[in-house]
């Protein structure tokens, strides 16, 4: 599958609190946001993308670009289907792999629909806890990366 080309970077992710689920052998991943600095939940965010794989460094997994954005009220909405079609378009993608992020999205709703973890609310309440520093990368951290 060809890979968009890329920078990697170094970056502290603080726009909201986030809580990442990640399920083996799916194809997405569910992420629970909160707005700082008021920590008001936000949505669940059903990242689709390929499943983990883990490495010694910790894992590496391949956006698909296509979400779905769950509201509190728990509505639903696909989210970057114009910007998966370009990139069908330009080949980045396949159209039978385009139709695969689709029923991965599918399956998750499947999950949202029936009220089953993650979407059952047990983790609306969830904290790092103060004393959760990230943790820092080592100083080889991009060694072997391609991108």
């Not at 990442?20 to 194809?27: A, I, L, T």
């Not at 114009?82 to 080949?91: F, N």
């Not at 039978?96 to 609306?124: C, D, H, V, Y």
């Amino acid at each position: 599958m060809p890979l968009m080309p890329g920078v990697l970077s170094e970056h502290t992710w603080s726009r909201h609190d986030v809580l990442r689920m990640m399920y083996p052998g799916e194809s997405y991943s569910v992420w629970h946001m909160w707005e700082m600095p008021e920590r008001r939940f936000k949505c669940w965010y059903v990242n689709i993308e390929a499943p983990f794989v883990r490495t010694e460094r910790g894992f590496d997994t391949l956006d698909y670009e296509l979400d779905v954005v769950v509201r509190p009220d728990r509505s639903w909405s696909w989210k970057d289907e114009d910007r998966l079609k370009l990139q069908v378009l330009s080949g980045i993608f396949a159209e039978e792999q385009a139709k695969g992020f689709r029923i991965a999205g599918e399956k998750a709703i499947a999950r949202l629909q029936t009220s089953a973890s993650p979407f059952n609310g047990r983790w609306l309440n969830w904290s790092p806890g103060a004393d959760l520093n990230p943790p820092t990368l080592p100083a080889d951290w991009d060694r072997g990366v391609r991108v």
